[in-house]
Nanobody, 124 residues
C-alpha cells in the first residue's frame, strides 16, 4: 500500500526556516517524480517544487525559487523540503505527492497519491 506521511510543519516568524519531510512507503521515491504542493486558505492548490526520477531535474515555482530546496533521500525513502526566508504568504498546508510518471508534467492531475499534509504558518 502506498503511503505518504509529512512532518515538520509549525509556526515560524517571517524570515525563519523550516524543513518538511515526507516518509514514503509502498514504493521507492526514486522511481517516480515527486512533488510538494501547498494550499493556502481560500486558494487553489499549487505545486511548488518537483524532482524527476528519470533525470533528477528539479523545478520550482518562481515565488519560492532561491528560498526553497527539494531533495530526495533514496536510502531513507524520504522527500524533504528545506524552506528559508519564509514569508506570511507561504502560510499553507503542505503536501507531498507521487506522480504516475518519472517526470513532472506541471499538472496536479498526474499526482496519484498524496499525504495528509502538514500546516505551515508564518506569522509574528
Amino acid at each position: 500500500e502506498v503511503q505518504l506521511v509529512e512532518s515538520g510543519g509549525g509556526l515560524v516568524p517571517p524570515g525563519g526556516s523550516l524543513t518538511l519531510s515526507c516518509a514514503a512507503s509502498g514504493f521507492t521515491v526514486n522511481s517516480y517524480a515527486m512533488t510538494w504542493v501547498r494550499q493556502a486558505p481560500g486558494k487553489e492548490s499549487e505545486w511548488i517544487a518537483a524532482i524527476n526520477s528519470i533525470d533528477d531535474k528539479i523545478t520550482y515555482l518562481d515565488s519560492v525559487k532561491g528560498r526553497f530546496t527539494i531533495s530526495r533521500d533514496n536510502t531513507k525513502n524520504t522527500l524533504d523540503l528545506q524552506m528559508n526566508s519564509l514569508k506570511p504568504g507561504d502560510t499553507a498546508v503542505y503536501y507531498c505527492a507521487k506522480d504516475v510518471e518519472e517526470y513532472f508534467s506541471g499538472r496536479l492531475t498526474t499526482l496519484d497519491y498524496w499525504g495528509r499534509g502538514t500546516q505551515v504558518t508564518v506569522s509574528s
